[in-house]
């Protein structure tokens, strides 16, 4: 183990376990100790800053330390903490709930309250479920979810997950989804554009609805990225059209907008660009601006109608959590909302997208390394390829993306990759001159790992 290691380094790596992680890795690149963060910078125990560049892990809208923001918090502190939800409610829930109704597609008329995404996601899972159960659909104990799919670390959002890093050794334990191919549009079968295509892609889905709609309650989605999938986007043609299909096979449309909701596509939920509503949307990460843990599932009428009857006909949904409608976290959710009121920050992100997507197209896209820039919204994704022409990926084990994102710390740029893809998910007060700054440190790190990285340059 590194024998250089600071006092709260050493006593870190004595007990805590840290997510998504080997833990072994450690040894060799111990844990960054953060002391303070102000805007897109986080400051570590020595002084160093690091640009910000994933809104740490996607959750952070308005910067580290907001003003606006952390005085909301303290002061909600003063009144009240917390308060049990069941047969209890308190204004910063109720002025929330009118609100996200208020934001969201039309039709989304009740909100749920629950404390991270994956819980949201298990809440929409079990409602959709019971939903047809008590409309005397039996048979409708099934869901449809997409290849590269990512919904959560909990067993019922693992079920409905694509991804087998993370779900695969659970396989025992998990629900038994039906699977279609999702949309792939760097590697598309069809050799569409997204910009103009059709989503031919579908029928991947309506042939699993042929076959399975009688069984199925629900399909769930990421509209417009799968993100833990590698920012893999595709265009809201195919979120529109697979609301119909849900219509005409009698099956729910999930739509998890955790990772994807408040501003990360350019509009306030990307369901909107498909003008669609969906039978559910689950939202958490920037819903508190990267303060507070808090997620929502809001619903329609229609569902919530199939759970209200008297008591003893045993129809309630009882899922619950002991943080359900926390104060504290729904009030810093209430002060996001009136940020994004206030300072019309949905235009300002359409302005900055676009001069994020000109100066990283111009600085990525003759890379022999970088297979694709692509970009919705304020969500930018460098895929890396060890071929650019047949588009063959570096293999896993070579940990490319790993490797690049050490070199991009030290540099003083904070980038969390996935695979062979590094990705930008600023906080959306960066400037213009961070933003350059951003993509000018991420160029250097991938021109640094290839220069030392004994590969095979592509002629």
Known sequence: MN?????????????????????KDYEDFPPIVIKNGKGIYLT???????????????????????????????????QLEHVIFANFT????????????????????????ADSGSAAIEIALKMSFQYHQQKNKPNKKRFLALTDAYHGETLGALSVGGVGLYNEVFQPLLLDTVRAQGPDCFRCPFNENPESCSAPCLSFVEEKLKVHHE???????????QAAAGMKMYPPTYVKQLKALCEQYDVHLIADEVAVGFGRTGTMFACEQAKITPDFMCLSKGLTGGYLPLSVVLTTDDVYEAFYDDYETMKAFLHSHSYTGNPLACRVALEV?????????IEAIGLKSAYMREIATEVFEDHPYVGEYRQVGMVGAIELVKDKVTKEPFPSSDRVGYHIYKIALENGLLLRPLGNVLYFM?????????????????????????????VMVVE
């Not at 570590?44 to 892990?57: C, I, L, P, R, T």
């Not at 308190?90 to 309250?113: M, N, S």
């Open 44 to 78: 570590d125990e020595n002084g160093k800053q690091y640009m910000d560049a994933v809104s740490s892990w996607w959750v952070n809208l308005f910067g580290h330390a907001n003003e606006r923001i952390s005085t909301a918090l303290a002061e909600q502190a003063l």
């Open 215 to 225: 069984e199925i309650a629900a399909i769930i989605i990421e509209p417009l990225i």
């Open 337 to 345: 909302l009136k940020i994004f009121e206030d300072d019309n920050y």
């Open 426 to 454: 600023p906080p959306y007060v960066i400037t213009k001159e961070e933003m350059e700054k951003m993509i000018s440190i991420t160029n250097e790190a991938i021109q640094q790992y290839f220069e030392t990285a004994e």
């Open 3 to 23: 024998t250089m290691l600071s006092d709260l380094q050493r006593r870190d790596l004595n007990h805590v376990w840290h997510p998504c992680s080997q833990m």
């Open 90 to 113: 308190h204004e910063p829930a109720v002025l929330l709930a009118e609100k996200l109704v208020e934001h969201t597609p039309d039709g989304l008329e009740k909100v749920f309250f």
